[in-house]
């Protein structure tokens, strides 16, 4: 691999950590000097084999998401709560155009150490305000008003949601907003950006093709591809190996380089 010159190994496909000789197999990698990241389902990761891969030295540890859905992720996993402890990590989220609050407020029942902060028009919160009353979670759901397309982010979070707001946004603005939200992130942070995509084609599916046309009749907005977004995001400091999740999902992780400009480590327990 050295001749050729490679210097990312990322091993993927099934469940890498139930190979034979896995750690082993991580361990040459390392000593070649490889940067080297893990994609696992997380249901096998425990903290025994999450601190053995941190004494190897393993850069980076993915949480593959199959839905966006926790009950349609657990089924798939066949594992119940496996969705709840991929996402157990994140304890503060900005959810921005959070409307009435119903992200933030299914998370924050889902995950009880989670605090969020939407930040919408200023015309959207008092029915949040009342969504979040009514869920008892006004102590855990702050509110804040301002424009994504004017106004910067207010504080730092390990996580933030993006939900159905691209598909209103030109480019310019798109990328202004992820510019903005890698600012509002701690190291490491991830975006979620939940939104109707479309095929490399443009064309499917069927049903975003047709709401992305009637949007551009009505006020010259469209529908994005899944390549635009995650272009769009790695040009705004996030990890090139941006997730999709069928139709509805970009998962990304802000890039942290040290000063050889090399991606810093984030092997942690997702589990």
Known sequence: MKELEVFDVVITGGEPLLLKGIFEVLQHAKSLGLYICLNTNGTIVTPRIAQR??????????????????????????????FRRSLSPFHTLLDIGGGAGTCSIALCLAYPHLHATIFDLPGTLPMTQQMTQQANLQDRINLIA??????????????VLVSHVVHWLDEEQISLLFNKVSTALEDHGMVLVRDFFLETSKTAPRQTAVFSVSLLVQGGSRCYSFDEGATWLTQAGFRRGAEKIPRELILAKKQVRDEDGRETSECGHMG
Do not use: E
């Open 146 to 159: 301002g424009d994504v397309t004017k106004d910067g982010l207010p504080g730092i979070y390990d996580a």
């Open 53 to 82: 891969l941190r004494d190897i030295g393993v850069d980076c540890v993915k949480v593959s998401i199959d839905s966006a859905n926790a009950a349609v992720h657990d089924r798939f996993r066949g594992q119940v709560g496996a």
